[in-house]
Structure formats: structure tokens, C-alpha cells
């Protein structure tokens, strides 16, 4: 996976930002193509097939956080789509109001393919983890075992956790994969 230019990651806050602003003001939003002053290889990343998440803050708390993990979708509007459902449909929270968006810090995260991981392979704050048994499935991004220092075995009972699983699930059968994050704040 490779990174995204500078230019596309900057218009990718924007889409997110505006998508945001929509949602918040019960306005609909479609993402607009990559703009024309982009070079073409910065045109055609943003237009392939990824998986992400946004993730909203609020004075430093998380206010909410939705992602895709299909990679059936061009990235602009897996994008714009999840900065909208993060606004108004993480059940943990209630609608983003018009009034918040000013104040709400968007943080992009484009997933790298799954690729299965040992238990012993996972480094925190570098891997995301997906924990899935029969149809109980987990997934916590690379940030969030920095932003609580876990270590490995807490992410993965974390995880687990996410899943509706018992901690130690990925001790007995349960399928482990990983993936990374390029992160856009």
C-alpha cells in the first residue's frame, strides 16, 4: 500500500470535513471527484477501492467512529460516507449538531488489505486487529492500543472484547488478522 500525496491526503480532510457539515445539518452530500489540479496518479489513488474509518474527536474525547472495511468502494466516498455515519449513526453517541462541527477533529484511517497475524507478530500501535468467530466479529485500529499503551495480549482481549467474545477467544479458535493504518489527521 502506498501512501497517499500530501495534496490527496489534504483533500481528503476536506471531503471529510464537508461531508460532515452536511450531515450535521441534515443536508445531503456526494463526494465530488478528485479535483483536476491533482496530478493523475493522485486522481486514480483516490478513486481505487479501499477500506476506512473516520474518527471524530471533541475536546480531545472521541465523539464518534464508523469505517468501511469492503474494498468495493472508490476512497473519496468511502470517505465522505463514513464522515457522515460517524456524525450521525455511532450508536455510542448521540448526532453530531451543527454547533460541534467547528469544534470536532476529523482523523482519517485508510486500511491496508487483512492479511493474517500470530498473536506473536502483532505490534501495537502498528497493527490493527480484526477477532472474528462464527459471525462475532471485532476490530480495533492501530490507535487505539497506542492511545491506552496496551500491549499486544490486552489488544488482542480488547478485540475479542469488540467482538462480543470472551478476552481470551484468540487463545481458542477464533480468526485473527491484521491490517495498517495510514492515518490523516
Avoid at 500525496?5 to 456526494?30: C, F, I, K, Q
Wanted: contains cysteine; aromatic residues 6%; hydrophobic residues 40%.
Amino acid at each position: 500500500m502506498l501512501p497517499l500525496s500530501n495534496a490527496g491526503r489534504d483533500w481528503l480532510l476536506v471531503v471529510a470535513r464537508e461531508a460532515l457539515t452536511a450531515a450535521a445539518s441534515g443536508e445531503p452530500y456526494d463526494s465530488p471527484r478528485a479535483p483536476s489540479h491533482l496530478p493523475p496518479a493522485d486522481r486514480d489513488e483516490l478513486e481505487r477501492p479501499r477500506a476506512a474509518f473516520v474518527t471524530l474527536h471533541q475536546d480531545g474525547e472521541l465523539r464518534g467512529c464508523i469505517g468501511h472495511t469492503a474494498t468495493d468502494t472508490p476512497l473519496r466516498e468511502v470517505v465522505a460516507e463514513m464522515s457522515r455515519a460517524a456524525a450521525l449513526e455511532d450508536s455510542r453517541f448521540p448526532p453530531v449538531t451543527p454547533d460541534e462541527v467547528p469544534g470536532v477533529d476529523l482523523e482519517i484511517s485508510v486500511l491496508s488489505p487483512f492479511f493474517p497475524i500470530a498473536p506473536d507478530q502483532i505490534v501495537p500501535g502498528v497493527h490493527g486487529l480484526v477477532v472474528q468467530r462464527g459471525f462475532c466479529r471485532g476490530l480495533l485500529l492501530p490507535q487505539v492500543a497506542t492511545a491506552f499503551n496496551w500491549t499486544a495480549a490486552r489488544f488482542l482481549e480488547e478485540t475479542c472484547r469488540k467482538a462480543g467474545l470472551s478476552p481470551e477467544a484468540w487463545k481458542h479458535g477464533a480468526s485473527l488478522r491484521g491490517f495498517t493504518a495510514e492515518l490523516i489527521k
